[in-house]
């Protein structure tokens, strides 16, 4: 009795095994060529524990999806075989001269092919004496036996044929003339001789179970070129959407106009590491991303953008032994297939025709964010004049400038003049679109000019220090420096200078340089080319302006020596106009002329003041 | 129990694509034969078509490093054209010796021998360098010639990649009971041989005493 019993519960342990081989056979092959399966399994495997039925075969592979839950309880039959079927489910255009609007694509017909043809089964083999006691031994010899088997079948996975469309429809979020389907079943329909000769067999050594042996095949097609499958995964293109200064990351720049036409398209990463892994592992996310984009092979899907969607059919009944229908759930905002051929550099003071704020894949965004990224993120505080410290930020790179967040009451004020990259800054904005210009001969311009400024500001020594840093042949600006260096300075300037517009009201100048802003925030939108190094510069030569600025309450001859000052940076700025379009050199003019209109007001005011109390 | 020893086939490749390729084949043989839990992690090849399985083992990932290192530095030195590195898994039995009371011995299971052939690019005016890649005249042939050569490597890379999965399949009774089950389990070792030339001769040696070849008395 004891041995019955012992034999009894041998042979349940051992169902059990194959039970749980049958469950993880099935869930590595559906989770190498079905992209939901994949997608559902590895979004539940991040951040959970292993759970127990996780760890049988020593593979953890995540928590199964339940449509293959509900595919387990239906295979309740162990001796059955489990017979899969990997589907390449194509639409084709149909001779017909009927649109099947019911299509993805609209093309026609949906073209089912048999792939890959897995065959799991446990072969129960009739002995003439069976065991009457099956040592727990040999149950562990089946159990670890069947680990490597499994081992081999999950390396297997990814060696045939079958493995790089499966790859290319998790990387890519377009819209695919392709999906893999799967079809679970206990019987098959034979292949048709034509299919037969196509396909090709590969069989896993059995492994010895008690009374049986555990076995894998597969029939698979050895040539899936006659699909045309775009399936290089070399680099797929990747974008990347926390880089530095994204208004996703950067909080100085979270734009809600931005935000709304703007749509992160992140595609997997290639190989997992993950991202990489990795995988990454990788270089710099920008270049990579850049270099992944400019490979991006044009001819993979048709540009063709679906939008229509089709139902999706689970498989949790039983009796449903399909998978999903086609799943092409992309997107449309964002598969604008020649949108990497734009991210050629456009000049970078060319007008864009739409205001809107541009998506990744439009307009050579890619490029621009890249030049963006490249710009230290500083953050200038907050009380210059009321210009924001954001504008002065490598915002000014920025194609959505114009989308720039509104700013405080207190610095609306001198909106347009920060808004515009060229002209809000008037000796900065010069020195940088020289560096934007001609690099070396615009270089000495720019060098006498932030000398005259030097000499004749001693009290600012810190910035004295920018600009000197700014002076070497490399502006001296490499992203990281100029950011500590600014960053630096800026944390010990004392900002309650005289320029704080905040608490003085001027109703007139606001609502004029917002009628300029509307005007110019549609003009630079695809600006995408103000150089780091000399928004650098332009920051630390405004910081020096403002602060050896005189204060309000000075008389006027201050106020001379500073309008000199700025006569100055009009010749050089006109020095300058050759190296970019003259209309800027206006505009930084005109902005000239506004802050000029606007200082002479303040201190007419506490001109005022200072009258009166002298009087009293 | 006897040792398996199995002979991959051998790889042409010029010296770039040592570290891929090595570490394509020695982490494949490792998934195969870590039987302890792993969370195993797709790993793409840069330069060829191709993704493999790692454990996702971080100790492992090092030494595997290491001993690639290792095998570079000496392909540098000794610039044979063949080379081989071994991956070895073994017991750790207690033998009770007579001149010694108690001895670790190592009884060897499975034998991998990973087989490169170094090939130097084609120039027309080339330096001895074996390890310089810079093609002096890109002609269309030469080009086309590293394509050809590229390409065949990825397809004899594929095939050793399937005779791992195979030899694997096929040979698993001499395979031990896993003693850990967590990680790579086995004990193991990689050694390349020839590595001194001195002890080239006694590291043969030692190996066929332990795995006992039958035609040593043990």
């Not at chain 1, 992160?264 to 990579?288: I, K, N």
């Not at chain 2, 790692?54 to 001993?67: A, H, M, V």
């Not at chain 2, 991998?112 to 042939?141: C, F, R, T």
């Given at each position: 009795?004891?041995l019955q019993?012992?034999?009894?519960?041998?042979?349940?342990r051992?169902?059990?095994i194959?039970?749980q081989?049958?469950?993880?056979s099935?869930?590595?092959i559906?989770d190498?060529?079905?992209?939901s399966?994949?997608?559902?399994?590895h979004?539940?495997?991040?951040?959970?524990?292993?759970?127990k039925s996780?760890k049988?075969?020593?593979l953890k592979l995540?928590?199964r999806p339940?449509?293959?839950d509900?595919?387990?309880?239906?295979h309740?039959?162990?001796?059955?075989p489990?017979?899969?079927?990997i589907v390449?489910v194509?639409?084709?255009?149909?001779?017909?001269?009927?649109?099947y609007?019911?299509?993805?694509?609209g093309l026609g017909k949906y073209?089912?092919?048999?792939i890959?043809?897995?065959?799991i089964?446990y072969?129960?083999?009739?002995t003439?004496?069976p065991?009457?006691?099956?040592?727990?031994?040999?149950?562990?010899?089946?159990?670890k036996?069947?680990?490597?088997?499994l081992?081999s079948?999950?390396?297997m996975?990814?060696?045939?044929?079958?493995?790089?469309p499966?790859?290319?429809?998790?990387s890519s979020t377009?819209a695919s003339?392709f999906d893999?389907?799967?079809?679970v079943?206990?019987?098959?329909a034979?292949?048709?001789r034509?299919?037969?000769e196509l396909?090709?067999p590969?069989n896993f050594?059995?492994?010895d179970?008690?009374?049986?042996?555990?076995?894998i095949?597969?029939t698979y097609r050895?040539?899936l070129s006659?699909f045309n499958?775009d399936t290089?995964?070399?680099?797929?293109?990747?974008?990347i959407t926390?880089?530095?200064?994204?208004?996703?990351t950067?909080?100085f720049r979270a734009f809600?106009?931005s935000e709304?036409?703007?749509?992160?398209?992140s595609?997997?990463?290639?190989g997992?590491?993950?991202?990489?892994?990795?995988?990454?592992?990788?270089p710099?996310?920008?270049?990579?991303?850049?270099?992944?984009?400019?490979?991006?092979?044009h001819?993979g899907?048709?540009?063709?953008h679906?939008?229509?969607?089709i139902?999706?059919?689970?498989s949790?009944?039983p009796?449903?032994?399909y998978g999903h229908r086609?799943q092409?759930?992309?997107?449309s905002?964002?598969?604008?297939?020649?949108s990497f051929?734009?991210?050629?550099l456009?000049p970078p003071?060319?007008?864009s025709?739409?205001?809107?704020?541009p998506?990744y894949?439009?307009?050579?965004?890619?490029?621009?964010a890249?030049?963006h990224?490249?710009t230290?993120p500083?953050?200038?505080?907050?009380p210059?004049m009321?210009r924001?410290?954001?504008?002065l930020?490598p915002?000014?790179s920025?194609p959505?400038r114009h989308?720039?967040?509104?700013l405080?009451?207190k610095s609306?004020?001198?909106?347009?003049s920060?808004?515009?990259s060229?002209?809000g800054?008037?000796?900065p904005?010069?020195s940088e679109?020289l560096?934007?210009g001609?690099?070396h001969?615009?270089m000495?311009n720019?060098f006498?000019?932030?000398?005259?400024?030097r000499?004749?500001?001693?009290?600012s020594?810190?910035?004295?220090?920018?600009l000197?840093?700014?002076?070497?042949?490399r502006?001296g600006?490499?992203r990281?420096?100029?950011?500590l260096?600014?960053q630096?300075d800026?944390?010990d300037?004392?900002f309650?200078g005289p320029?704080?517009?905040?608490d003085?009201d001027t109703?007139?100048?606001?609502?004029r340089?917002q009628n300029?802003?509307?005007?110019?925030s549609s003009?630079?939108t695809?600006q995408?080319?103000s150089?780091r190094k000399s928004?650098d510069?332009a920051?630390?030569a405004?910081?020096?302006m403002?602060?050896?600025a005189?204060p309000?309450r000075?008389d006027s001859?201050c106020y001379?020596?500073h309008?000199s000052?700025?006569?100055?940076e009009g010749?050089?700025?006109?020095a300058?106009?050759?190296?970019?379009?003259p209309r800027k050199?206006s505009?930084?003019?005109?902005e000239?002329?506004g802050?000029?209109d606007?200082?002479d007001l303040l201190?007419?005011?506490?001109g005022?003041q200072v009258?009166r109390?002298?009087?009293? | 129990m006897?040792c398996e020893?199995?002979?991959l086939k051998?790889?042409?490749l010029?010296?770039?694509?040592?570290r891929?390729?090595l570490?394509c084949v020695?982490h494949?043989?490792f998934?195969?034969?870590?039987?302890g839990?792993?969370r195993?992690?797709?790993?793409?090849?840069?330069?060829?078509d191709i993704?493999?399985?790692?454990?996702?083992?971080?100790d492992?990932d090092?030494?595997?490093?290491e001993?690639?290192?290792?095998?570079?530095?000496?392909?540098?030195k000794?610039?044979?054209?063949?080379?081989?590195?071994?991956l070895?898994?073994?017991?750790?039995?207690?033998k009770?010796g007579?001149?010694?009371?108690?001895k670790?011995e190592?009884?060897?299971w499975?034998?991998?021998y990973i087989?490169l052939n170094m090939v130097?690019q084609l120039?027309?005016?080339?330096s001895?360098?074996?390890?310089s890649k810079?093609?002096v005249?890109?002609?269309?042939?030469?080009v086309?010639?590293t394509?050809?050569?590229r390409a065949?490597?990825?397809?004899?890379l594929?095939?050793?990649?399937?005779?791992?999965?195979?030899?694997v399949n096929?040979?698993k009774?001499?395979?031990?009971?896993?003693?850990?089950?967590d990680?790579i389990?086995?004990?193991?070792e990689i050694?390349?041989p020839?590595?001194?030339?001195?002890a080239f001769?006694m590291?043969?040696?030692?190996?066929m005493?332990?795995?006992?070849?039958p035609?040593?008395?043990?």
């Amino acid at each position: 009795m004891d041995l019955q019993g012992n034999v009894h519960g041998e042979y349940g342990r051992f169902e059990q095994i194959v039970s749980q081989f049958l469950s993880k056979s099935l869930h590595i092959i559906l989770d190498s060529r079905v992209p939901s399966v994949h997608q559902n399994g590895h979004n539940l495997l991040s951040g959970t524990s292993v759970k127990k039925s996780d760890k049988w075969f020593s593979l953890k592979l995540g928590d199964r999806p339940a449509s293959l839950d509900n595919l387990n309880l239906w295979h309740r039959n162990l001796m059955e075989p489990m017979i899969i079927d990997i589907v390449l489910v194509q639409e084709v255009p149909d001779s017909s001269s009927v649109n099947y609007p019911t299509t993805t694509l609209g093309l026609g017909k949906y073209v089912e092919t048999v792939i890959e043809r897995w065959v799991i089964q446990y072969e129960y083999i009739r002995t003439v004496f069976p065991h009457v006691v099956e040592s727990s031994s040999s149950y562990k010899k089946t159990y670890k036996k069947s680990i490597i088997l499994l081992r081999s079948l999950y390396a297997m996975m990814r060696l045939l044929p079958a493995y790089r469309p499966f790859r290319k429809l998790c990387s890519s979020t377009q819209a695919s003339d392709f999906d893999i389907n799967y079809k679970v079943s206990s019987f098959s329909a034979p292949f048709s001789r034509e299919e037969e000769e196509l396909m090709k067999p590969y069989n896993f050594a059995s492994v010895d179970a008690p009374q049986g042996r555990l076995s894998i095949s597969v029939t698979y097609r050895e040539n899936l070129s006659c699909f045309n499958l775009d399936t290089s995964i070399a680099y797929p293109p990747q974008i990347i959407t926390d880089y530095v200064g994204s208004p996703a990351t950067d909080p100085f720049r979270a734009f809600p106009s931005s935000e709304k036409g703007f749509r992160a398209t992140s595609f997997s990463l290639r190989g997992g590491q993950s991202p990489s892994s990795t995988p990454f592992q990788r270089p710099h996310s920008w270049t990579s991303g850049l270099h992944r984009m400019s490979m991006q092979p044009h001819g993979g899907s048709p540009p063709v953008h679906r939008t229509s969607t089709i139902p999706y059919e689970s498989s949790s009944p039983p009796t449903d032994i399909y998978g999903h229908r086609i799943q092409n759930y992309r997107s449309s905002t964002h598969h604008k297939t020649n949108s990497f051929d734009e991210h050629q550099l456009s000049p970078p003071f060319s007008p864009s025709p739409s205001p809107s704020p541009p998506t990744y894949l439009s307009g050579g965004n890619p490029v621009k964010a890249h030049r963006h990224s490249e710009t230290a993120p500083m953050s200038i505080p907050h009380p210059m004049m009321g210009r924001s410290p954001r504008y002065l930020s490598p915002n000014l790179s920025d194609p959505n400038r114009h989308s720039l967040p509104p700013l405080s009451p207190k610095s609306t004020k001198l909106d347009p003049s920060s808004q515009d990259s060229t002209s809000g800054i008037r000796l900065p904005r010069r020195s940088e679109s020289l560096r934007g210009g001609e690099f070396h001969s615009g270089m000495s311009n720019l060098f006498s000019g932030q000398k005259v400024l030097r000499d004749s500001k001693d009290d600012s020594g810190r910035f004295s220090g920018l600009l000197s840093s700014s002076d070497s042949p490399r502006i001296g600006f490499s992203r990281s420096s100029s950011k500590l260096s600014f960053q630096d300075d800026f944390d010990d300037l004392d900002f309650s200078g005289p320029f704080i517009v905040d608490d003085v009201d001027t109703s007139d100048s606001p609502v004029r340089f917002q009628n300029l802003d509307g005007k110019r925030s549609s003009e630079f939108t695809s600006q995408a080319f103000s150089t780091r190094k000399s928004q650098d510069a332009a920051v630390g030569a405004l910081v020096h302006m403002l602060r050896t600025a005189p204060p309000l309450r000075q008389d006027s001859s201050c106020y001379s020596s500073h309008s000199s000052k700025t006569e100055l940076e009009g010749e050089v700025g006109a020095a300058s106009s050759g190296f970019f379009l003259p209309r800027k050199a206006s505009d930084a003019l005109e902005e000239l002329r506004g802050y000029k209109d606007m200082k002479d007001l303040l201190l007419s005011k506490s001109g005022t003041q200072v009258v009166r109390k002298e009087e009293v | 129990m006897n040792c398996e020893v199995c002979q991959l086939k051998e790889l042409e490749l010029e010296h770039f694509e040592v570290r891929e390729v090595l570490r394509c084949v020695l982490h494949t043989i490792f998934f195969h034969r870590a039987l302890g839990l792993v969370r195993p992690k797709d790993v793409d090849l840069e330069l060829f078509d191709i993704t493999y399985v790692q454990c996702g083992d971080l100790d492992l990932d090092k030494k595997i490093e290491e001993k690639i290192d290792q095998f570079i530095d000496r392909v540098e030195k000794h610039p044979n054209k063949k080379n081989q590195i071994c991956l070895s898994f073994y017991e750790v039995k207690n033998k009770q010796g007579t001149w010694f009371p108690k001895k670790l011995e190592r009884l060897y299971w499975e034998q991998w021998y990973i087989n490169l052939n170094m090939v130097q690019q084609l120039k027309a005016h080339s330096s001895k360098s074996h390890h310089s890649k810079v093609v002096v005249d890109p002609g269309e042939s030469a080009v086309e010639e590293t394509s050809i050569r590229r390409a065949a490597l990825e397809a004899s890379l594929r095939e050793v990649l399937f005779q791992i999965i195979e030899f694997v399949n096929e040979k698993k009774d001499h395979v031990p009971p896993i003693p850990n089950l967590d990680g790579i389990s086995f004990p193991y070792e990689i050694t390349i041989p020839g590595s001194s030339d001195s002890a080239f001769g006694m590291d043969m040696f030692k190996r066929m005493l332990q795995t006992g070849h039958p035609t040593m008395l043990s």
